[in-house]
Structure formats: C-alpha cells, structure tokens
C-alpha cells in the first residue's frame, strides 16, 4: 500500500467515527424537538450534513485508491446510512491499515508469506 492510499484509508476512517457520533445525535434531537421545546435539529443537521458529504468524499476517494472491490466499496457506503455504521467502519480500516503495516514490514525484511 503506497503513502497515498493509506492517508485516503486513513481520512475516511478520522471521519467515520465523528459522522456515526452526529447521527446518533441527531436523532436524539429530532426526538427532543417533536417531545420538549429544545430545538437543536438545525444546528445538527448542518453538522451532520457536513460530516456526510467529507465521509462520501473520503469514501470515493479511498475506493478509488485502494481498488477495492463493489462489494467492499458498498460496504462502507452501507455503514454511513446506519446510525451506528461509523463505529464499525472506523474499526475496520483500522484493522486494514494495521494489516497493511505488517505487511510492507514483512515485504521490507524479506519476510515471504505461505
């Protein structure tokens, strides 16, 4: 994995978590607005509709560096339209960056795989 596609991996995985906490959010706000007279939906909305739009241009950019297959690229896509998506995303570019790691240090000491 070159440096490039790492930061890509990287941006949309610093994203993901922030976008699932403005979600959740956002839905408890509906929830006051329609139940008390709080009113925080607009604010929110704007937030959270500022974190989709840098995840989906994080996520098109990613698919497009790391190659990734539709059912790979769905996937991630999925996990921003679910409330609690996020979470899982993060984790598991976290687990594909750290597998990545390991394996240009194992191509750098000429480690070979079966």
Same mark, same amino acid.
């Not at 921003?80 to 191509?107: C, H, N, Q, W, Y």
């Given at each position: 994995?070159?440096?490039?596609?790492?930061?890509?991996?990287? =941006?949309? =995985?610093? $994203?993901?978590?922030?976008?699932?906490?403005?979600?959740?959010?956002?839905? &408890?706000?509906?929830?006051?607005? =329609?139940?008390?007279?709080?009113?925080? $939906?607009?604010?929110?909305?704007?937030?959270?509709?500022?974190?989709? &739009?840098?995840?989906? $241009?994080?996520?098109?950019?990613?698919?497009?560096?790391?190659?990734?297959?539709?059912?790979?690229?769905? #996937?991630?896509?999925?996990?921003?339209?679910?409330?609690?998506?996020?979470? #899982?995303?993060?984790?598991?570019?976290?687990?594909?960056?750290?597998?990545?790691?390991?394996?240009? =240090?194992?191509?750098?000491?000429? $480690?070979?795989?079966?």
């Amino acid at each position: 994995m070159d440096l490039k596609t790492a930061a890509a991996l990287r =941006r949309l =995985r610093l $994203v993901s978590g922030p976008e699932a906490i403005s979600f959740l959010v956002l839905l &408890v706000c509906s929830v006051l607005k =329609r139940t008390t007279d709080f009113n925080a $939906v607009p604010v929110m909305g704007a937030i959270h509709g500022i974190l989709v &739009v840098l995840y989906l $241009v994080f996520w098109a950019d990613a698919w497009n560096r790391a190659k990734w297959s539709l059912k790979t690229a769905v #996937f991630y896509f999925l996990m921003m339209v679910l409330p609690t998506g996020g979470f #899982f995303a993060e984790r598991r570019l976290k687990r594909e960056a750290e597998d990545a790691v390991i394996a240009s =240090r194992a191509r750098t000491e000429g $480690v070979v795989s079966a």
